[in-house]
């Protein structure tokens, strides 16, 4: 079949099954790093890598650089946190937060570049990539945009059709990605404000990040255990999540994280990377993103049992 821009996909014809990541309780806790770039340093990486499963390593657009990179899939390996690549816009003045309208191929193209990069200097340090997390503007955007979303996925097949995407979970990319047969790991948020429709708010606006560690461990908790997030209008959000995001930029990050991983592990919640069964299986085949089942998350009703 063709892919995004008429290019042959390559994604093949078994679909991989969808699984329970958190049965028994469990979650994986991933945080952004690698962001760093020439004598310019930004987060405590080497202490965050004590307390999470899963690193999100900036592959050079946004921020990182070869040394960076290296660097952190090392410290990542010897800390035993999974290694996923990290690609965004090509905007290291904005740190990949600005916005680019960019036509679906072109992306699907970056991105590629991007995990190229990234895997030659995994596959140095002796690490297979175990996940794809788009950042910053490139999140967002994918996250409304299915079409965005699936011009990720094909680059991502290209690249390695095992390979899951994180995702917001309960979002319009969720389902286009679902719909299509891609692996993905639906994503929560600890540190950043939900907005009524279950998007996250924009970074501009007042209590989009949360500092307060205690604030940070309750939305983590209820996140991982209950499956529900409040709203800044006050209402509950009911959410799928497989993995949970605290971001190394953010002021306090390595306390915050500290005390996530102590509530979790304190309520019978252990924190471990993504099961290796996501990357099982053979290549699948980009279906239509129209077949994407439910409309979103869901409000003041708990989660059900149809993604299994």
């Known amino acids: 079949m063709r892919g995004v821009g008429g290019c042959p996909t390559r994604l093949g014809a078994a679909r991989l099954p969808r ?169 929560g948020f600890l540190d950043r404000a939900y907005l009524p429709d279950g998007e996250l708010a924009p970074r501009g606006t007042p209590g989009a990040v949360h500092t307060d560690p205690e604030r940070v461990a309750a939305q983590a908790l209820s996140l991982a255990r209950d499956g529900r997030v409040r709203a800044g209008d006050g209402s509950e959000l009911r959410l799928r999540v497989d993995t949970l995001c605290i971001h190394g930029d953010t002021p306090s990050a390595v306390a915050l994280a500290r005390r996530v991983r102590e509530a979790l592990e304190g309520a019978g919640v252990r924190v471990e990377r993504p099961p290796e069964a996501l990357r099982r299986g053979g290549a699948r085949t980009l279906r239509g993103a129209g077949d994407a089942g439910d409309d979103g998350p869901e409000r003041g009703a708990p989660p059900d049992d149809r993604d299994t």
Request: with cysteine; net charge negative; proline share 6%.
């Open 19 to 187: 699984l329970r990541y958190h049965e028994p309780m469990g979650i994986d806790l991933n945080c952004d790093l690698g962001e760093s770039f020439g004598h310019w340093r930004l987060g405590d990486d080497a202490a965050l890598l004590s307390v999470v499963s899963s690193a999100n390593v900036a592959c050079g657009f946004h921020a990182g650089d070869p040394r960076v990179m290296r660097a952190t899939v090392a410290a990542a390996r010897e800390a035993g946190v999974a290694v996923g690549a990290h690609p965004g816009y090509r905007d290291l003045r904005g740190f990949g937060r600005v916005p680019m309208q960019l036509p679906p191929d072109a992306v699907r193209d970056d991105v590629l570049y991007q995990l190229g990069a990234l895997a030659a200097i995994a596959d140095a340090e002796d690490v297979r990539l175990a996940h794809v997390k788009p950042h910053g503007a490139l999140y967002n955007s994918m996250v409304r945009d299915p079409e965005l979303a699936l011009a990720i996925a094909e680059a991502v097949a290209e690249f390695d059709a095992t390979l899951p995407m994180m995702v917001l979970a309960g979002s319009a990319a969720e389902r286009a990605l679902d719909a299509a047969g891609v692996p993905v790991l639906r994503e």
